[in-house]
């Protein structure tokens, strides 16, 4: 069973998600809020699976909220739900520990996806997510200087380029004629070599430095 914390101060949200989550079977609602020093208080004492946040309905657009939450736990995977409006905050969201993102106008089923992917340590971070962010990127000037991609081999350049396609390990896998866990792996040395710290850094990274 995977518990979730839900922080929102827009009822008829929290009611669809229960509605959602009644019907996957294998979730549940640990604790909901509808302010976040309501919310912090109860996670002293809750040890949910995952946060799902409402930054639509948010002060700040959440920002404040996902630092107070990460400052009490940096491992607990939070999703956001939001709209394609707030594209100028995904770089913010990522850097604040975020672990993956679900549009208001999806479906069930991608917030359920969403959740398991979360529960099992792997991000969620839609296509339309990427294309989004590398616009926004692309429109600044980026600070970070990567000028020799030869630290990459090319198979890890090609597995990198795979990844900010929004491909899973197992596609990838299937693409390369590879195991998932051999994609794993080469995650992880794509990771160390940028000195990155998740699949969100990397992709991030990718995009900042023309590498996807």
């Known amino acids: ?19 959602v989550l009644e019907q996957a079977g294998d979730c549940k609602i640990a604790f909901e809020a509808k302010t976040i020093n309501a919310f912090m208080s109860i996670l002293k004492v809750e040890k949910p699976d995952v946060i799902i946040i ?25 999703l956001l739900v939001l709209s394609t409006d707030y594209s100028d905050y995904f770089e913010e969201y990522i850097s604040h520990g975020v672990n993956g993102f679900v549009f208001n106008d999806s479906g069930a089923d991608n ?15 839609p296509p339309r997510v990427w294309q989004l962010l590398k ?12 000028e020799d991609k030869r630290i990459l ?4 350049l090609t597995i990198l380029k795979h990844f900010c396609k929004g491909y899973t390990y197992k596609e990838i896998g299937a693409k390369l004629n590879i195991s998932p866990r051999t994609v ?26 023309s590498l996807q």
């Open 184 to 209: 794993e792996s080469h995650k992880k040395n794509i990771q160390t070599k940028l000195s990155v710290r998740s699949t969100a850094e990397m992709i991030e990274f990718a995009y900042q430095n």
């Open 111 to 125: 917030l359920v996806n969403a959740i398991k992917a979360l529960r099992n340590g792997d991000d969620h971070f």
């Open 135 to 146: 616009k926004y990127l692309r429109s600044k000037k980026s600070s970070v200087s990567f």
């Open 54 to 78: 409402d930054v639509i309905h948010c002060q700040d657009e959440g920002i404040s909220a996902i630092k107070k939450i990460r400052r009490k736990t940096s491992r607990t995977p939070i």
């Open 1 to 19: 069973m995977c518990y979730i914390a839900i922080l929102e101060n827009y009822s008829l949200f929290c009611s669809g998600i229960k509605s």
């Open 153 to 156: 081999s090319n198979r890890e």
